[in-house]
């Protein structure tokens, strides 16, 4: 592995480390701050659902903490025990901005339609770019490396990189569609919307930390490339 993209790694693991904490001291601020309405995560994505017209969607509770997900193979609204029953901010934040994510499915958004064709390739490309990059590279033993093969492991590695850049619009939208509808919606009051609306920043900061990372790896191994084929 290259110094340069040691440092890269380092530089962007620690920031992601960051953001995380921050993400998770935000959460538990926001966690311990009810709502006025009274309303369970699980009660807020229902009624954003029904005032959207949206009536085909499930609610589901699911294990873990900040594994909240939607799933549009099968329709499902995804909430972690403390925010399906929680009666926080937080709560009602990240439920809606799931919700979000099923607004975006039902009115066929088109960058949520991109994303969730890429995820089959993605799937293969996050699998096998690093282990072919570092074939590449010559690290893992073969020789001293093949540029034709590393040019492989680039391109599946950017594909992996385009969905973390495709993924920005769809998360901060999502916020954006979840936040709307609390405040129209009379959800939560002026000082709990600004706390879901800090919240949700966090969580969408993470994403951006991912894509700024994945580029700037992407752009170390492309250096790497043109480097060795020009040897």
């Not at 549009?72 to 919700?99: F, I």
């Not at 039902?106 to 991109?114: I, P």
């Not at 073969?142 to 385009?162: K, M, N, Q």
Request: charged fraction near 15%; include cysteine; glycine fraction near 8%.
């Amino acid at each position: 592995m290259t110094p340069g993209i040691l440092i890269v790694s380092f530089i962007f693991m620690g920031l992601g480390m960051l953001v995380q904490s921050r993400l998770k001291s935000k959460f538990a601020l926001y966690s311990k701050m009810p709502t006025s309405s009274g309303m369970s995560g699980a009660d807020v994505a229902q009624k954003m659902l029904h005032d959207n017209g949206i009536y085909d969607v499930k609610i589901t509770a699911v294990e873990g903490q900040l594994t909240d997900h939607y799933n549009p193979a099968n329709k499902t609204v995804n909430l972690s025990p403390d925010v399906y029953a929680g009666r926080s901010v937080a709560a009602a934040a990240v439920a809606a901005h799931e919700c979000g994510h099923a607004l975006q499915h039902a009115k066929a958004y088109a960058m949520l339609s991109l994303r969730s064709k890429l995820v089959p390739a993605v799937n293969i490309s996050s699998k096998l770019s690093q282990w072919i990059i570092l074939i590449g590279l010559g690290i893992l033993g073969f020789g001293h490396g093949s540029p034709t093969v590393l040019l492989i492991g680039i391109i599946l590695f950017a594909v992996t990189t385009l969905f973390t850049l495709i993924t920005l619009p769809v998360e901060f939208d999502a916020s954006n569609r979840a936040l709307a509808w609390l405040n129209q919606a009379h959800i939560t009051t002026t000082p709990e919307y600004e706390g879901a609306k800090d919240a949700l920043k966090w969580a969408a900061l993470t994403y951006v930390v991912a894509a700024l990372a994945s580029l700037a790896m992407l752009f170390q191994y492309v250096m790497i490339f043109l480097g060795r084929r020009n040897d």
